[in-house]
């Protein structure tokens, strides 16, 4: 299995504000994922991240909002940028296992803008 | 319309009854990923389905996948306190690789 380790795990912010939160994976991943549950709802893929090249954001997410970075095979970053009370969500990267039949999740970073 | 529908929305049992939990798609499933969710935390995977009439165990909870690749259940047999949470089912449907369409989740309570 895939141990995937987030940061923060919870954070207050300021609205207008901005966020990066940190995805660490304990073995190499071609793609890892990063996904938004606002609450009381289900999870909605906000984009892909591949080592080496862009992001690809799903439709009704954008770069300006929530840029990405993907350094290395390991570790992905998201930032959530000038923030408002619509952001308040749980966001969570995911990532497939090596054996190529289960996807992993983090433990999730539950943010809240005030 | 949702892709993914998940029934029922929420589910509360007493201890030791049986439950089940559905997923249907509107599109085949290349495959079907269960998962429990605690609130306000990460998702704990479950099983992954992806054969038409597969069938999966672990300890208490079943999962099938249906002939036609569109319809999961996970049944929990004799239900505990420590099953309480939230059930997701995630869809590969096909439209990328990894790329996981979810349903609104099923919120179960156990009474002791």
């Known amino acids: 299995s895939a141990v995937i380790s987030q940061k923060p795990s919870r954070d207050i912010c300021q609205r207008g504000t901005s966020l990066t939160i940190q995805c660490q994976v304990d073995?190499?991943?071609?793609?890892m994922f990063w996904y938004r549950q606002q609450p009381g709802q289900s999870l909605t893929l906000i984009a892909t991240?591949?080592?080496?090249?862009?992001?690809?954001?799903e439709s009704g997410f954008v770069i300006d909002k929530f840029p990405i970075s993907r350094p290395n095979l390991t570790f992905s970053t998201l930032t959530v940028s000038n923030m408002s009370p619509e952001d308040s969500s749980i966001y969570l990267c995911?990532?497939?296992?090596?054996?190529?039949?289960?996807?992993?999740f983090g433990e999730g970073s539950w943010l809240t803008v005030v | 319309s949702q892709e993914l529908e998940q029934s029922p929305q929420s589910l509360i049992v007493q201890e030791g009854k049986n439950l089940t939990i559905n997923c249907t798609s509107s599109?085949?499933?290349?495959?079907l990923y269960w998962y429990k969710q605690k609130y306000g935390e990460g998702l704990i995977f479950l099983m992954m389905?992806?054969?038409?009439?597969e069938e999966k165990s672990h300890e208490k909870i079943t999962a099938k996948l249906d002939e036609k690749k569109q319809q999961s259940s996970l049944h929990i047999t004799a239900s505990q306190p420590s099953h309480a949470g939230i059930y997701l089912c995630?869809?590969?449907?096909?439209?990328?690789?990894?790329?996981?369409?979810f349903g609104q989740g099923t919120i179960l309570t156990v009474h002791p």
């Open positions: 073995s190499q991943v071609t793609m």
């Open positions: 995630g869809a590969d449907t096909g439209t990328s690789y990894g790329k996981l369409t």
């Open positions: 389905l992806q054969k038409g009439g």
């Open positions: 995911s990532v497939e296992g090596s054996a190529g039949n289960t996807i992993y």
């Open positions: 599109k085949t499933l290349y495959g």
């Open positions: 991240a591949n080592q080496g090249s862009e992001a690809t954001y």
